[in-house]
Structure formats: C-alpha cells, structure tokens
C-alpha cells in the first residue's frame, strides 16, 4: 500500500492500484489506523484495488488545521475519488468506519457499489436511547483517556477485540492515538438521523461479533430485519471482527462481493 496525501486536507490515505478489478474502500474504527486491516490487505491484494484512509486524528491524518471536522470525511474520500478516477467502489467500514462509509453512501449513493458494515448501526433510522444508555460506561471510559492513553488503550482493548493476537494489535495502535484528537469525535452525532432512509440502490451487509456488546446484536439483528440486507454474526469474535477473525471475515466478505457481481 502506498501512503499518499489529499491536497488541501489533514487526510492520508493508502492505495494499491494492482488489480484490473472494482475497488474496495476499507475504513477503520476509531482510536486505531488503517492498519487494522493488514491482513484484509493481504488477502484482497490482486483481486480489488484497495483504498484506506486514516480518519481525521488518526494515524497519518495529524497535521490538522482550524475547521477540520470529521463530518468532512465524505467530502475528502470523495476528492480521493476524483484525483485517482474511482468511479465507485465497494465499501467496508468497521465501528466508526461503518457510521462514516453509510454517511458517504448518502451523499454520493452513484459511487457506492456495496456496502458492509461491521460494529456499526443505521445512521439514518438511529434510537438515541440507546445512546443515552451507553453514555455512563463511554465517559468512564474517557475519563481513563484523560488520565492516561496506555491506561485507555489496556481498558479499550479488552472491548474492542476478543482474542489476545486482537487485543495486543488493537493496544499497539491505541497507544498512538491523541487525546486532543479526541475532539474530533464529537462531530459524529451531526451524521446521525440527518437523511431519511430509503430504498437502496447497492447491497448492503452488516455484522458484528457474538462477543460484541449485547446490544450492538440487537442492533444488527433488528437493522438485517427491516433492511432485509446480508447478516453475519462471527463466531469467536468481538467487535473488531476483522482482526478476531480474519480468515472467516476475508471468506465471508469475498462472498458478498462476488455475490453482488
């Protein structure tokens, strides 16, 4: 993967042009890099072109400046689109990546061919409740960010992967998160319930691990139900089900594609 720069922008992102093939978009989950799907890239390499961008505040995507916002996301993978004439492409998107990838679809739905979105929920049909419900156990959790991010990064793990080879992958690339890029977060709640669903011209499939939290299952079980979408529930994984996984995952979402072709 080559690491590349959008002009005018806080973004980096990562390409591998070598297959004659569709593209495939992956973006990852938050306090970690696109390098969460290493093991995505190596499957996938040759068979799609790859696309990965490190969000705003994360990874590479550091060198930020007064105004950025993480609601920018689409506009700038659309400028990516554009400079390397992507024409639309098959999206995967893992926890934020599954909110940001959906946020994309609804802006430019011409240039999304599927989408698979994994931890995530439905950002146009959202219940705030169960928001509000979480919202005790995330501030703990941000709490510990403030005091310390290895003591953040040893908690987070343990939430957001459920093997240790997970675990030990997602604290490595927790550890070099910032706290002021913390910040950048809070634009989230601005792309949720903003455009009324409907129906979808692309594919969709959602997921999440049986070790996820109660109810993100909910949540995926009931979004599979009224969508009439693609489900996977991942035996042995948590919520980042490409790293506890990832030989099931690569099987599976190479299955959807093909399918969709």
């Known amino acids: 993967m080559n690491k590349l720069f959008l002009e005018n922008s806080p973004i980096a992102y990562y ?12 973006i990852h989950a938050a306090f970690v890099d696109h390098s969460m799907f290493d093991k995505q890239f190596d499957y996938f390499s040759g068979k799609y072109n790859l696309l990965a961008v490190d969000i705003l505040g994360h990874g590479n995507s550091i060198q ?89 990064a040893k908690a987070n793990k343990k939430i957001s992967a459920y093997t240790s080879d997970a675990q030990d992958a997602f604290y490595n690339m927790n550890i070099r998160f910032k706290k002021k890029s913390f910040m950048y977060l809070s634009g989230l709640q601005k792309l949720v319930n903003k455009y ?31 969508e009439n979408c693609d489900k996977i529930i991942f035996k042995g994984a948590g919520h980042c089900v490409n790293m506890d996984v990832p030989q099931e995952f690569n099987l599976r979402l190479e299955n959807f594609l093909q399918k969709r072709q």
């Open 196 to 226: 009324p669903g409907k129906q979808r011209k692309y594919r969709l499939l959602v997921g999440c691990g049986e070790h996820d939290i109660p109810s993100e299952i909910e949540i995926v079980d009931e979004w599979a139900q009224y």
């Open 64 to 152: 930020t400046r007064k105004g950025d916002s993480i609601e920018d996301t689409s506009k700038w993978l659309n400028l990516i689109f554009q400079k390397h004439n992507i024409t639309a492409a098959n999206f995967v998107g893992v926890s934020l990546g599954a909110v940001l990838i959906q946020d994309f679809a609804n802006k430019y739905e011409n240039k999304v061919l599927s989408l698979a979105c994994f931890g995530g929920y439905d950002v146009n049909n959202f219940d705030m409740n169960r928001q509000k419900a979480n919202s005790k156990g995330q501030m703990q959790m941000m709490l510990k960010a403030m005091f310390s991010i290895k003591w953040f």
């Open 15 to 26: 390409i591998d042009d070598t297959a004659n093939s569709e593209w495939l978009v992956f």
